[in-house]
């Protein structure tokens, strides 16, 4: 059995199922702004002046650990559980709503 495709009434069928869902008061489309999941977490390890970006335990024993101005987008991404793309959406928005 072969289907065949009917762009008419695909679109008929997609409206009507728009329709009903805005008559039962379903919010349809992409969410509007709003928190980005880590975004607090993000913020307080970026505007923080100095970071703990590592440990390293040698051979010798001696735990040594490396200091940072800065961290980067990758180290925090890592530490939040999020994406580097999301770290930086969240840092540009911060950058906006600063100036």
């Given at each position: 059995m072969t289907y065949k495709f009917n762009p008419q009434q695909h679109s008929t069928k997609i409206k009507?199922?728009?329709?009903?869902?805005?008559?039962?008061?379903?919010?349809?489309?992409?969410?509007?702004?709003?928190?980005?999941?880590?975004e607090d977490k993000v913020l307080y390890l970026y505007l923080h002046d100095s970071k703990q970006?590592?440990?390293?335990?040698?051979?010798d024993g001696i735990l040594r650990c490396s200091w940072r101005k800065q961290l980067t987008y990758q180290d925090i991404s890592n530490k939040v559980g999020v994406s580097k793309g999301t770290v930086q959406k969240i840092i540009n928005?911060?950058?906006?709503?600063?100036?």
């Open positions: 009507a199922g728009m329709q009903a869902a805005k008559q039962a008061g379903k919010k349809l489309g992409r969410p509007k702004g709003g928190k980005i999941k880590g970006v590592g440990e390293d335990l040698s051979n928005k911060y950058k906006k709503e600063d100036e």
